[in-house]
């Protein structure tokens, strides 16, 4: 039989680079050839055989590991799966014993033993020099690590130990931290005598550490809490503590000639990096009962004594731990805690975000977190399931029936296997990162170490259970409420009333009642539809809880799905769609005039999954349909009927696009004001009689296309014809007033700007009109005109009349005199229209450097300009104040400031309509009510404050700009 070369032998027992590692076994002494029998049993032949040849030159004996070959295969596993732990076998070649014969991970006291009898603590203190004692500490350590990866990478089945590994490390970690303290409480003694031992010091373990979820290599968080004798002065008790506590965590961390075993991190104290370092317990209990936040208690769920003074360390236990499952009572608890959340994904590098295994999307903290909000929010009436660690309190969360047993099982796998790999991908070089690797040797030996085959199992898992616990929040947190309510097939689901009332509570639910019984309605039954709702419930009630008000928005819900009945498109299309359902959440939770709507036209729920459907349609278009509608009708009923429909369905497409961002307020205005405009031509033209013209020219907002939800038509009107064409056309506008109106949405044509205002004629002939501006004008009318253009009815009759008005508007002089007169009237506007109990700062419209200073500046500009300036004849404020920016009337600063706060006012102003389907022109104070304006104007969550704050500002610099200019001569 042929004998394979020494490189192909090599390259059958796995080596990447049989040449190289044939290189190497030429320095590798003959004896110890036989370990490499045992290179298929590493995760990397090549590294093992590498570190093999290190461990030779540095003088290390291995013929022990040829000798046993359970050893020699310890040895290799190690070697080749951990660089680290070879490192440190190179210059501890003492600890080469426990690296080949591993045992099963210590008890917590047996490790605590060991390391106090490394620095030969007696009495609480080190009896060696204390650099001695650092470097003995950090040995003992590390040999008990170098034991534990052995171990580790000895199992067959990795994931199913994880636990024991992270309780053995957290162990150790507090075994540390014992002994630190014996070297710190020597140092204390040798600076301040007998008063050294007369401050107590616990040491409490947070995060990991404290729920025995350690990783091989990671900060290890901690709150310092002191005691001491009454007759000790506190100022040299807190020094001393203080002493105790830096020193301790200097022995594990200090920079000295042996490594340092990891960062002691006490940023979780009271205070973070700006409080003291360690506090008295009642200093301590003090801060929790008035200054401490929600997350604070959050991170509190893990803590526990894990070194110095017992009785102190659960004295604090005990003071602290209640305090944590009252916090989720606490106003806005579940908002503050997923804020806390997304600004930890905010902070991950872009490039790194993919990679992460702890902090990104589907990775261990979705799953912790979610099992943390599950225990504070349930764990207030249930002690079972105050649990530290994340799998003790899936189990107990699955007893109790608040998750089910298939979810527990999956999702405890998935936490296994993530921590599986966050283990293997720390000790290879024992170095702090949570970073999947991305080059492929890498990936090939982190998949052999942890029992997964190869590269490519290892990613199609990984990317398996990034996308299950992405859904984890819905699915553990939501979905059992469908079972307080409705038969499910998770029969283990036990979730009572009372524990569903307290989760949708502590999610934002203000009528957590009402909430279950919509969740009963949709979900009740064994309709196919009933099927869906069940699907999709546990994810649609967590978008809604991010909305500004989850009850508006479940309530509107269930309005919209009754209306759309047996409909089967819709939930389907909430299922498939990738944005359907995420936006109609939006919708609905912050909008109560979108909701209003969709419920009368409930098959606009369809535009949701198609952009197209969404953009406001043309003046053209709508005028062509409502043509249709005449020509399709004969009765006047009828005619009214269709034409309200044909609003309100237009009215609700503009306010979709508007909430979803698909149209910005330009383009609102000129869609609302397209709508009113095709509205009024089609109902003019079902009552205008034969031989009677009439047209209606639009005045103020409208005119400038710039009218918002809720606003009224400003007009006047003009007739002609035989006989009595004003008393005909005057009974004309009448019965189109009846026709167009809508106690849903109401529709009103404000004739308030015509001449002689309420006390002239509602209609006039052009004669009258010319009549009336040639001898009684005021400045005002001539301000008003300014945004008069033809709006429905005969254009020939409106053009006639836009002559006449031109001749008013645009003057080619305006003296001095009329100016006076525009600024008399401004300032009795804002001393009399505007409210008595308003905020001048906070007022839409009529409020400092709101909607009334720019467009009175722009109108004054155009008043005093537009006859010798043809591009300010518009009847637009905003392409007036880019006309007198680039004719040098505005500064093009002072121009952005007014533009930005006029923008501003009317983005808000629509905002609020839509909330709350009514028009408003005041500013909230209310939290709630600015925070569904800033979601509905494209704000991100949590920015009530920042758009507070922006419109107060931006409305200051406008009226200084006002002040100025208006005033200027």
């Known amino acids: 039989m042929r004998v394979p070369s020494p490189r192909a032998r090599l390259a059958q027992l796995g080596f990447r680079e049989p040449s190289r590692a044939e290189?190497?076994?030429?320095?590798?002494?003959?004896?110890?050839?036989?370990?490499?029998?045992?290179?298929?049993?590493?995760?990397?032949?090549?590294?093992?055989?590498q570190m093999l040849v290190r461990l030779v030159r540095a003088g290390v004996d291995l013929s022990d590991a040829v000798a046993d070959e359970a050893a020699g295969a310890s040895l290799l596993r190690v070697v080749g799966g951990s660089i680290g732990i070879a490192e440190h076998l190179e210059r501890h070649a003492e600890d080469l014993e426990v690296a080949m014969r591993p045992g099963e991970p210590a008890a917590a006291d047996a490790y605590r033993a060991s390391l106090l009898e490394a620095v030969a603590a007696e009495h609480g203190a080190s009896l060696l020099p204390r650099e001695q004692a650092i470097?003995?500490?950090?040995?003992?350590?590390?040999?008990?690590?170098?034991?534990?990866?052995?171990?580790?990478?000895?199992?067959?089945?990795?994931?199913?130990?994880?636990?024991?590994?992270?309780?053995?490390?957290?162990?150790?970690a507090a075994a540390a931290l014992e002994a630190g303290l014996a070297i710190a409480r020597a140092t204390a003694r040798s600076r301040f005598g007998d008063d050294a031992d007369r401050v107590r010091l616990a040491v409490i373990g947070m995060g990991k550490t404290g729920a025995r979820e350690l990783n091989y290599v990671s900060d290890v968080d901690v709150i310092w809490v002191h005691e001491t004798?009454?007759?000790?002065?506190?100022?040299?008790?807190?020094?001393?503590?203080?002493?105790?506590?830096?020193?301790?965590?200097?022995?594990?961390?200090?920079?000295?000639?042996a490594p340092p075993l990891w960062e002691v991190d006490a940023n979780l104290r009271p205070e973070g990096k700006d409080g003291a370092l360690t506090r008295t317990l009642a200093s301590h209990i003090a801060y929790y009962d008035r200054w401490a936040k929600s997350w604070e208690f959050q991170a509190l769920l893990k803590a526990r004594p894990l070194a110095g003074d017992a009785a102190l360390g659960a004295a604090y236990d005990d003071a602290v731990r209640a305090k944590v499952w009252e916090s989720s009572s606490r106003e806005g608890f579940v908002e503050s805690v997923q804020r806390m959340r997304e600004r930890v994904t905010e902070h991950i590098p872009a490039d790194e975000v993919d990679r992460q295994l702890k902090l990104g999307p589907g990775g261990l903290r979705d799953i912790e977190f979610t099992v943390q909000l599950l225990q504070l929010v349930h764990g207030a009436d249930d002690e079972s399931l105050r649990q530290r660690g994340t799998l003790e309190a899936l189990d107990a969360l699955a007893a109790r029936g608040i998750v089910g047993r298939a979810e527990r099982d999956e999702f405890s796998a998935h936490y296994r296997f993530l921590r599986t790999l966050e283990h293997r991908i720390q000790f290879w070089r024992m170095r702090r990162t949570h970073l999947m690797p991305v080059d492929d040797d890498d990936l090939r030996r982190l998949a052999r170490t942890a029992r997964l085959g190869d590269a490519a199992a290892l990613a199609q898992r990984w990317q398996a259970v990034r996308r299950a616990v992405r859904s984890l929040h819905e699915r553990l947190f939501y979905r059992p409420l469908l079972g307080a309510v409705a038969s499910l097939d998770h029969e283990d689901v036990r979730l009572s009333p009372e524990h569903a009332r307290r989760r949708l509570e502590a999610s934002g639910y203000v009528d957590a009642k009402g909430a279950l019984a919509h969740i009963g309605e949709l979900t009740g039954g064994v309709t196919r539809r009933a099927q869906i709702q069940r699907l999709l419930l546990p994810v649609l009630l967590g978008w809604f809880a991010e909305g500004a008000d989850p009850d508006m928005g479940l309530l509107a819900f269930r309005r919209l799905s009754e209306a759309l009945g047996d409909s089967p498109w819709f939930l389907r299309m909430l299922r498939d769609s990738p944005?359907?359902?995420?936006?109609?959440?939006?919708?609905?939770?912050?909008?109560?005039?979108?909701?209003?709507?969709?419920?009368?036209?409930?098959?606009?729920a369809s535009w949701l999954d198609d952009d197209d459907q969404l953009r406001p349609r043309t003046e053209a278009a709508l005028r062509d349909e409502a043509a249709a509608v005449l020509a399709r009708h004969d009765e006047s009923d009828a005619v009214r009927h269709a034409l309200r429909t044909l609003r309100r369905r237009e009215h609700l497409r503009v306010a979709m696009a508007s909430a979803l961002q698909r149209a910005d307020e330009v383009q609102v205005g000129s869609a609302l004001t397209a709508i009113a405009a095709a509205m009024v031509d089609a109902a003019l033209e079902l009552h205008r009689q034969d031989g009677l013209a009439i047209a209606t020219i639009t005045m103020g907002r409208t005119g400038g296309r710039e009218i918002g939800f809720g606003s009224d038509v400003d007009v006047m009107h003009v007739?002609?014809?035989?006989?009595?064409?004003?008393?005909?056309?005057?009974?004309?506008?009448?019965?189109?007033?009846?026709?167009?109106?809508?106690?849903?949405?109401?529709?009103?044509?404000?004739?308030?700007?015509?001449?002689?205002?309420?006390q002239g004629p509602l209609v006039r002939t052009l004669e009258s009109y010319r009549s009336y501006y040639e001898r009684w004008s005021e400045p005002w009318e001539a301000q008003a005109?300014?945004?008069?253009?033809?709006?429905?009815?005969?254009?020939?009759?409106?053009?006639?009349?836009?002559?006449?008005?031109?001749?008013r508007r645009y003057p080619e002089a305006f003296p001095?005199?009329?100016?006076?007169?525009?600024?008399?009237?401004?300032?009795?506007?804002?001393?009399?229209?505007?409210?008595?109990?308003?905020?001048?700062?906070?007022?839409?419209?009529?409020?400092?450097?709101?909607?009334?200073?720019?467009?009175?500046?722009?109108?004054?500009?155009?008043?005093?300009?537009?006859?010798?300036?043809?591009?300010?004849?518009?009847?637009?404020?905003?392409?007036?104040?880019?006309?007198a920016a680039r004719a040098d009337l505005v500064g093009d600063r002072d121009a952005e400031v007014l533009r930005e706060a006029w923008t501003l006012a009317t983005r808000i102003r629509n905002g609020l309509a839509l909330a709350r389907a009514r028009s408003i022109d005041l500013l909230p104070v209310d939290r709630q009510e600015l925070e569904a304006v800033a979601r509905l104007i494209g704000m991100p969550a949590g920015s009530a404050h920042a758009l507070e704050e922006h419109y107060l500002a931006a409305t200051r610099r406008a009226r200084r700009v006002f002040d100025r200019l208006f005033y200027e001569e």
Do not use: N
Not at 145 to 168: F, K, M
Not at 584 to 598: E, V
Not at 719 to 737: F, K, L, N
């Open 785 to 807: 005109l300014l945004r008069a253009r033809s709006f429905a009815g005969d254009p020939d009759l409106a053009a006639e009349l836009l002559a006449v008005i031109d001749e």
């Open 816 to 883: 001095a005199s009329s100016v006076r007169e525009v600024r008399r009237i401004k300032a009795r506007v804002e001393a009399e229209r505007l409210p008595r109990s308003a905020d001048r700062r906070r007022h839409l419209k009529l409020g400092d450097g709101s909607l009334s200073d720019v467009e009175w500046l722009v109108q004054l500009l155009q008043l005093r300009h537009a006859g010798r300036e043809p591009s300010l004849r518009t009847t637009s404020t905003l392409e007036a104040l880019a006309a």
């Open 135 to 172: 470097a003995a500490l950090r040995g003992r350590y590390r040999r008990h690590v170098t034991e534990l990866v052995a171990w580790d990478l000895a199992l067959d089945d990795p994931e199913a130990h994880v636990d024991r590994a992270a309780d053995a490390l957290a162990a150790l």
């Open 579 to 604: 944005v359907a359902a995420r936006r109609l959440t939006r919708l609905l939770s912050s909008s109560r005039l979108i909701g209003s709507l969709m419920e009368k036209v409930a098959e606009s």
């Open 229 to 257: 004798d009454e007759d000790l002065d506190d100022s040299r008790a807190t020094t001393i503590a203080t002493l105790l506590a830096r020193e301790t965590a200097a022995a594990c961390a200090e920079f000295q000639k």
């Open 719 to 758: 007739a002609r014809g035989e006989g009595d064409p004003v008393a005909a056309a005057t009974a004309v506008i009448r019965r189109v007033s009846e026709t167009l109106s809508d106690p849903f949405l109401p529709f009103e044509m404000d004739a308030g700007l015509r001449p002689e205002g309420r």
């Open 23 to 49: 290189a190497l076994l030429a320095e590798l002494p003959e004896p110890l050839h036989p370990l490499l029998d045992r290179a298929p049993e590493s995760a990397d032949p090549d590294t093992a055989l």
